[in-house]
């Protein structure tokens, strides 16, 4: 299988996003919408031609996977995520979270 | 004009694969977000519709990008390749009996071959221009299927040939 983030690039918004999004339960395409810009506080919000083009390349990368939902709601297929989609987030959150050190820390330096 | 046959109209635009998977979903939510949007003011809703339409062209550019750039293989974990699918009401027999034709396993008199061919094409047509919402063809598509069946079924009789291609 081949290496879906070999450089460890920096995940872009819309699919860092769409992970948080999928990371505590499986949504469908409206719902992933909502949420996210609810998670944004209103700042993004995706068009159905950005979301659904991200939601491809996740396919194709094995970070989330499709399915049919059981329910009868009007929107039957949903999106959950993978393992190495779940690694991808924490990865990315890692990331994140060291910069947010290293900034700190010459904020610091420079106030002291 | 409709918004929704304008939406359905964009989603024209992407590659047919791409359609055949997302198109029906996309909609969906566009008419969700649409309606949520619609009870709200009137520059919000303008808003929406403009990033929705610009964001329906933009992708659909990105994704006639991806088709031509990605690996068939890759491409193929989410889209689903038309050209190898069994289309709906072929019989399992008939498509496996193509197969194997093709795989020169079995050899068929030549009027039931192009028999055979016809109504797959028919059928791939009748699925594409069900996958761009252009239900008249389908349905003419359907009619002609129709008739090609009644042909092969007349030419099966004729060289006493079942429907797994077996004399």
Known sequence: MRNNNPAGKPLTEPVLLILMSLADKPRHGYSLMKDIESLSNGRVQLSTGTLYGALRRLLEDLWIARFEQDDTSREKQAYKLTPAGRRQLQAELERMRQLTRAATARLRTREA | ??????????????????????????????????????????????????????????????????????????????????????????????????????????????????????ISTLIRRMVHAIANHDFPGARRYSNEERQARNELRRLQEKYNIDDNGCS
């Open chain 2, 1 to 118: 004009m409709d918004l929704r046959r304008a939406h359905r109209t964009l989603l024209r635009l992407y590659p047919s694969d791409y359609t055949a998977l997302f198109a029906l979903e996309m909609q969906n939510a566009f008419d969700q977000a649409a309606e949520e949007r619609r009870l709200q003011s009137s520059p919000v809703f303008v808003r929406f519709l403009l990033g929705e339409f610009i964001g329906l062209l933009i992708g659909a550019g990105a994704e006639w990008i991806a088709k031509f750039t990605t690996d068939s293989s890759v491409r193929g974990r989410c889209l689903p390749d038309l050209r190898m699918m069994r289309p709906p009401g072929v019989p399992r027999e008939l498509w496996f009996a193509a197969t194997c034709r093709n795989a020169g396993q079995v050899s068929l008199p030549d009027e039931v071959l192009e028999a055979q061919d016809r």
